[in-house]
């Protein structure tokens, strides 16, 4: 039992020693915070989507934004498109599962706000079906995804894909980002602890 407990510590360690030395990753999470306290100062939102622990992911990290992270300050407009349950099962019921999120995307969706898509493979269609439709809504797109990006990372503005093939690892990573990203932003709209 503790040589898998090491055994899972170490390659989470690994994974993330990975995006330490890729440059190309460093860069996208830059401009992805960048562009998120953009839409932010601007009175745009962030919406996320994702299926299973990538949805809980996306309601996590909405919820640091929406909430707070680790400043007392005022709420910033984030939001999961999973959260409401009577929503997601009638369109799940009268269209199809495929169309859950982008339907809300249609509905919710302004230009300059900003959806992050949220896929350990890349590949689930409805996630697709919603960066297609915010595409088309004028909203920017990034895809967190594990190491081949799927066919998600071909149509988002930015992918940011984790060096792995392992569900966990790359959700691990996911939320390791998500607070990254929740913590620059706190910094730069607000004004503390900037360095």
């Known amino acids: 039992m503790k040589n898998l407990i ?37 009175k745009g939102k962030m919406l996320f989507c994702g299926n299973g622990g990538s949805a809980a992911d996306a309601q996590h990290i909405a919820a640091e934004l929406s909430g707070r992270f680790l400043l007392d300050r005022d709420p910033l407009f984030a939001e999961a498109l999973h959260v409401n349950s009577s929503y997601l099962t009638a369109v799940a019921n009268d269209y199809s599962f495929d169309h859950v999120y982008a339907r809300m995307i249609k509905a919710m969706g302004n230009r300059g706000d900003i959806l992050v898509c949220i896929s350990t493979s890349g590949q689930s269609k409805n996630i697709i079906k919603a960066a297609i439709e915010a595409k088309n809504q004028g909203l920017w797109t990034i895809a967190l995804t594990g190491k081949s990006g799927g066919g998600l990372a071909e149509i988002t503005d930015v992918a940011i894909k984790v060096p792995s093939t392992d569900t966990a690892r790359i959700q691990e990573c996911h939320i390791m980002i998500g607070h990254i990203l929740c913590e620059l932003v706190e910094q730069k709209i607000f004004g503390i602890g900037q360095d």
């Open 6 to 42: 090491l055994s899972r510590i170490q390659e989470s360690i690994a994974v993330k020693q990975l995006l330490l030395s890729d440059s190309e990753f460093l860069t996208s999470l830059e401009l992805v915070v960048e562009k998120s306290i953009n839409t932010f100062q601007t």
